[in-house]
């Protein structure tokens, strides 16, 4: 049932036992997000350090400690860790630069290799995994280690059974054998202190948090397993569709194409491009992006009511059920988006006279990384890591898709992702551009992230 068949704001599904309320409107949205404490979105956490990190029973009981929902608890002050080390400024700069590198270094291997075929998810997958990763751990990554890398595409396969709970062991039993041999590896990385040596700020407080709580080193590798997910899950699909749309959409590559190649120079015989300035100087490459979010996003938003609450006073939520928001209710709300919601503009969110659109949509509409007090951590990172696959693909290869055409748009599953993986993969050509050297740098130039939820919109206004 769809909000376009009840017309509701918000309605119960019948469950036995269980109420299951599902949220259709941003109105009663911004509202489930304003009871912190009694529609939490902490249980989930837990649930995940349970479930799929199997972290455990002593340091789940350090976890929930007095009470979970304290402000000075473990999942509040590790959230804030997060939050900080993601928020722009030197520390997301210098991950940025890690990643950009990353990056670098995996267009210049095509480009020695001449044109080249890929499957065109698997690129883009491994090169938004290593350059994650490389920029959390540092040097001493462990996914620089082959063995690690296999393990991780099995444990991932096993994720949406393992959030379901039932019966892991059995059902995803290679994926818990793979995630046990992930552990080992981190039990390494911590054991040994390598993350003090070049690791990120985002593991460095995290960590602190972790040691402050009195965890096992057992169970820091645990939740570190379960922070790989979170920081890589849906980076791939985001960056899938991004590269998908500027290459197959004949408008927005030529735009898009356009405007990064205006951030390229010649310096000293070398083709030189400073990924910093896309989020200040590319408008058209973070409009398409944040387009790619609202126009594919999957996203529902879980919260467990944990006591009887009342929106406003008309609805009331009981005690034990669930509210789900799924984003593409939000997303494809013609009264909030105007007549053209079910396109893909890649103008909509370019500034009134240089968008297509006459409507402007409120900037609260946009949920690709959650919002009020459930945003996303690693939001300016992934906004970067998604950008700067666009402008590298953009100036330095040229796409065949197969036979020369690019086939039509199809979505796959999309469990418990924000984005939906391809339905099939495609295999493309790419064949390198301008001869000579290329220099791909990520400036100090700004502080600036890419701001694209309301909340950043706002802090960058004040
Ligand atoms: C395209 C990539 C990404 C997308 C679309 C995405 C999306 C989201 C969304 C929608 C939420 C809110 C969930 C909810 O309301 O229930 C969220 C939360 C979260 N994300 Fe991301 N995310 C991405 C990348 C990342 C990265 C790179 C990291 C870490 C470096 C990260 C770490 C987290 C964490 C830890 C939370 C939980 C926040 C909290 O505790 O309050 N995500 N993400």
Redesign the pocket.
Known sequence: MSRDETRLPIYTLNIPGVPVYIVNSLEILQRVDRHIDTLP??P??AQTCKKVCSVSQAGISKIYGNNLLAQDGY?YS??RA??HA?APGSSLNSLSRSASRVFAATFDRIESQGRTTVDLYDFIRQATFDA?SDA?YGPHNPFRIAENLKDWAVFESGLPLMFIGLFPNILARRACQARERLVSAFIDYFGQNKHLDGGSL?VQLTQKVNDSTGLSLEDKARIEVG?VA??????A???YWCVWQVLSDPVVFKDCREEVMRLVDEVDGFHTIDLARMRTECPLLVSTLQEV?RFY?T?????LIYEDTMLGDEYLLKKGGAVL?P?SMFHTDETLWGPTVHEFDHTRFLRTGQRKSNTKHPAAAF?????G???????H???T??LALMALVLVRVDVIPPGGKWPATRTGQSAGR??PLPKERVLVDFIPRAAGKWRVVFSDENNSGVNLVAEDIDSTKS
């Not at 979170?230 to 980076?235: H, K, L, P, R, V």
């Not at 007090?373 to 939001?379: A, D, F, I, Q, S």
């Open positions: 979105f902490a989930m956490k999942l590790h959230q997060s939050a993601g994650t959390m985002f922070q979170a920081a890589t899950f849906n980076t699909p985001g960056a979010m996003g996203a529902t938003s879980l919260r928001m984003n949920r690709g990384f959650g919002g007090h459930v945003l996303c951590p690693g939001r990172l992934a906004s890591e998604m924000a984005l």
